[in-house]
């Protein structure tokens, strides 16, 4: 009878083991890396953020200003982190470390894609060139 009882046991502990672990394991196999984890969620919010507020800046011509970037910064870490999820999060935050260190990688890719962003850096040069026609 212990016997059993000692079975049963350690079947429901190595349940318990393999459960709170499939889920990571999911995830860790079905991304190559955490890496690609993050940036998948991160091009998800990218797309969504820019065509709801880069795009107006672009249609309009101007570059956004200090602001308008830092608003568009949190409205960008508030999307990812609601599309990633809770255990997605929780996942990346023990990769990272930190919340810190997860929400500065977060901005940095936002900032890499605008940085990158062909429209926005037309518009750079075009207002450059109005600069120096005007004198300024």
Not at 19 to 37: M, Q
Not at 69 to 95: Q, R
């Amino acid at each position: 009878m212990s016997n059993i009882i000692l079975i049963l046991l350690f079947s429901s502990i190595v349940f318990l083991l393999i459960r709170s672990y499939a889920y990571h394991w999911i995830l860790v196999n079905k991304f190559k890396n955490y890496t690609d984890l993050l940036t998948h969620y991160l091009e998800m919010a990218y797309d969504a953020i820019y065509k709801d507020q880069i795009v107006t800046y672009t249609t309009d011509g101007t570059v956004p200003d200090n602001e308008a970037l830092d608003t568009i910064k949190k409205n960008y870490i508030k999307l990812s982190l609601s599309l990633m999820g809770p255990k997605v999060e929780k996942v990346l935050l023990t990769f990272y470390g930190n919340r810190e260190t997860l929400m500065e990688t977060i901005v940095l890719h936002l900032q890499s894609k605008i940085d990158n962003d062909q429209i926005l850096d037309l518009l750079k040069k075009k207002q450059g060139d109005d600069n120096e026609e005007r004198g300024i």
